[in-house]
């Protein structure tokens, strides 16, 4: 079994920063990403990381976000920088533990002038 928890959701203005943490607790992971979803959108991906630190990001955020990991805290993050309004959304931390997906609850990003 595996928890999620997401922290660090808030509302910025256009161009600034901020920094989403997602603690978990239980079992180790695989794959971790993070998701979000605009209101009326699909989710969607946003950036993943593999346990070794292999990333890989969507068109959308590649060059202003960063992922990362420290496994020795159960903690991952999405550095966010240079944030505009259409990154508004609900950010959900997601992690693999073959053959199971976990979801966190989600944290508000709500970028407006």
């Known amino acids: 079994q595996v928890q999620l928890v997401e922290s660090g959701g808030d509302s910025v203005q256009p161009g600034g920063s901020l920094r989403l943490s997602c603690l978990m607790a239980?079992?180790?992971?695989?794959?971790m990403r993070w998701f979000r979803q605009a209101p009326g959108g699909q989710r969607e991906l946003v950036a993943e990381?593999?346990?070794?630190?292999?990333?890989n990001y969507s068109d959308a955020v590649k060059g202003r976000f960063t992922i990362s990991r420290d496994n020795a805290k159960n903690t991952m993050y999405l550095q966010m920088n240079s944030l505009k309004p259409e990154d508004t959304a609900v950010y959900y931390c997601?992690?693999?533990?073959?053959?199971?997906?976990?979801w966190g609850q989600g944290t508000q990003v709500t970028v407006s002038s």
């Open positions: 997601n992690a693999d533990r073959y053959p199971y997906q976990y």
């Open positions: 239980g079992n180790s992971v695989d794959v």
């Open positions: 990381i593999t346990k070794s630190g292999t990333t």
